[in-house]
């Protein structure tokens, strides 16, 4: 073990079988709003000569992927999180007149070029769906019914259906399936959130039955596991939600939870049609969500409670970011300033002035909703009222933005990336858009069961396939399906992990939930979804919940890496933890590693890793030494992420 200082803050690097654990870059950015600060900048100084059809040069600014590619030089536009090594900086800061952007005109005015080495230094961030050129493409309201190709193979689970005929189509191979203790941590993981005992990894890769993934699935969505489920799902619920414990206005009273509402609604797995129309027209126990957040003072006209509303509820059932057009019509898509103000109508009971940036504009909203072909809200109505319209209309079945929106949404959670992405961008077209509605009508079809929806998806031999051996890019200019990616295990997921591992999760929740025992667990083990976010939670992406939250970073940064080097009460946790596993496992080293390899990572040391673990133990394994050993595995990638 070796010791490195940065930002005067003490990292512990750790070499384990040969692997450097951790290693750090720092940089310093700086937030800029893309949609307000960069978008009019390229629109004003770039626009004619590389948006639209124009491509001067070769060289095309409609999206993200034509920025990062450059033009006929071969020189990338920019590079992502590096001002000094892009072009676009470049060429703006140029005083040759033959090289400097723009060719004609003054040169760009120095505050200008600091938004641009902004942006670019903060790795370029772009508007989910955001394209100079707008897509042609929008789903139809109604689910288009789809045809499955035949079974390949004896392959009949209709998600494998669909994406062999792709693959077919492409000429590419199916991918080889992983083993047994690789899919047993995933599909735990992934459906209840918790790392599988040892005993029952065991068990499961001694079990010979062909189907045994199937019941395996089954098992873990099974009655009996219905509070691992819901407290893991709390956790995708409470970010989309915007469900938290503590911060911004619930010391003001202008926030409150729905947690005990959201827990009992995922332990009996409501339906999600009822669970849609009890958010949007609630009663007291579900009523936060659309009750936004009553901000201290005064906020702008693009933040009242009423324009959350209208926010939240079209990111979180449709798809459809409104936030751009709340200020103006929006950069991003088709929807306008009257359309986000219309929704936002319903739910005021005082008339709504459309402010078009910050200004008023004299035009009253009509509360009404985007979508008149499955009917229309009765504005003279009272705002109750209108909001069981609302929430009625939502969820007709024929309208396939709700259910294509869930069923991407679980498809990202479980495979890596949506079938549409972003999840938040769903006029974006699907990289296969039989699959998006076929899973969509299959939800419908059966009750609205989210649980079916995940069964279909975590039986299929789609999702049972080996991952690459590190998280691919999402920033691809096509996307090809060839399996899930791996995913960094969120910041509730590593702490549950932790807590298993070390027997230190706190004794009580801070979610006002209650919780029932199972037949098997007399007391359940309390889960980081319905605590407080630590310092270490936040590190890891765990958000701060003023506002939705659809999808969490998934780079390392300098703070989560000097947070899982030097927390406190980490340190304390391997700290405890030891003293369980030397009483419960030790004193022989081999014991102590099998143990907790098994535990960690679902499978036994190779016999360099044993090895290794013997060096740090030591003959006579100590509680300093098995801290050691805990903390290094944790460290390890194979541990953080979901393959």
Not at 394 to 408: A, C, E, F, K
Not at 544 to 564: G, K
Request: with cysteine; aromatic share 6%; charged share 20%.
């Amino acid at each position: 073990m070796t010791v490195a200082r940065l930002l005067n803050t003490t990292i512990r690097v750790v070499i384990f079988g040969g692997t450097v654990l951790l290693g750090l870059t720092p940089t310093m950015v700086t937030a800029v709003d893309f949609a307000h600060e960069v978008v009019p900048l390229l629109k004003k100084h770039c626009g004619e000569c590389h948006t639209g059809d124009a491509r001067q040069g070769g060289f095309s600014m409609n999206t993200r992927d034509d920025l990062l590619a450059g033009g006929d030089s071969g020189t990338p536009g920019l590079v992502a999180g590096d001002a000094s090594k892009s072009e676009l900086i470049a060429r703006i800061t140029s005083d040759d007149p033959d090289y400097r952007m723009p060719t004609e005109g003054d040169p760009l005015p120095p505050e200008a070029i600091a938004v641009f080495k902004n942006w670019i230094d903060s790795q370029a961030q772009w508007e989910p769906g955001f394209a100079f050129v707008r897509t042609t493409w929008e789903p139809p309201l109604r689910l288009r019914p789809v045809t499955l190709p035949p079974a390949s193979e004896g392959r009949t689970n209709p998600v494998d259906r669909i994406i062999d005929a792709v693959w077919a189509t492409q000429g590419i191979a199916q991918p080889p399936q992983c083993d047994d203790r690789t899919f047993i941590r995933r599909v735990s993981l992934d459906l209840i959130g918790l790392l599988p005992d040892p005993a029952r990894v065991d068990a499961y890769v001694a079990d010979s039955r062909p189907e045994k993934r199937t019941l395996l699935v089954r098992e873990l969505l099974s009655e009996k596991e219905k509070l691992a489920y819901a407290e893991h799902w709390m956790t995708f619920w409470n970010d989309l939600l915007r469900n938290d414990y503590a911060g911004t206005g619930f010391i003001t009273g202008g926030r409150r939870q729905i947690s005990g509402w959201l827990h009992s609604a995922l332990v009996e797995n409501k339906p999600f049609d009822a669970f849609v129309r009890e958010l949007i027209a609630p009663d007291q126990e579900s009523r936060g969500f659309i009750d936004g957040i009553v901000w201290r003072g005064t906020v702008n006209a693009s933040q009242t409670v009423p324009i959350q509303f209208a926010q939240n509820v079209g990111q979180t059932f449709l798809g459809i970011n409104l936030k751009c057009a709340s200020c103006h019509d929006s950069f991003v898509d088709r929807w306008t300033l009257k359309q986000t103000y219309d929704l936002a109508a319903i739910t005021s009971a005082e008339p709504l002035e459309l402010h078009r940036c910050e200004k008023a504009t004299g035009q009253q909203a009509t509360p009404g909703w985007m979508f008149e072909e499955l009917g229309q809200v009765d504005p003279a109505a009272k705002p109750a009222r209108r909001l069981e319209q609302l929430a009625a209309l939502i969820t007709h079945p024929d309208n396939g933005w709700l259910s294509r929106n869930l069923v991407n949404r679980l498809w990202a959670r479980l495979m890596g990336r949506g079938i549409v992405h972003p999840v938040d961008a769903l006029r974006l077209a699907p990289w296969n858009e039989d699959l998006l509605d076929m899973l969509a009508a299959d939800l419908v079809a059966n009750r609205w069961d989210v649980k079916h929806v995940l069964e279909t998806i975590c039986t299929s031999e789609a999702y049972a396939a080996a991952t690459p051996a590190v998280p691919g890019s999402m920033q691809t200019v096509k996307h090809v399906f060839r399996g899930p990616l791996p995913r960094r295990m969120t910041a509730e997921q590593f702490t549950d992990a932790l807590w298993q591992l070390t027997g230190t999760a706190p004794e009580k929740a801070d979610a006002k939930v209650t919780r029932t025992a199972t037949p098997d667990m007399a007391q359940p083990m309390v889960r980081a979804s319905l605590v407080k976010a630590t310092p270490l939670m936040a590190a890891l992406g765990r958000p701060n919940r003023d506002q939705i939250v659809t999808s969490r970073p998934s780079d390392l940064t300098t703070l989560e890496a000097i947070q899982l080097a030097n927390d406190a009460p980490l340190a304390d946790e391997f700290s405890r933890g030891s003293t369980m596993i030397l009483a419960e496992h030790g004193p022989g080293a081999d014991a102590i590693t099998s143990w907790i390899f098994g535990a960690a990572l679902a499978r036994k040391p190779t016999p360099g890793e044993a090895a290794a673990a013997r060096d740090l133990l030591g003959t006579s394994p100590s509680q300093e030494s098995v801290a050691d050993l805990l903390w290094a595995i944790v460290m390890l990638p194979e541990f953080q992420l979901v393959r």
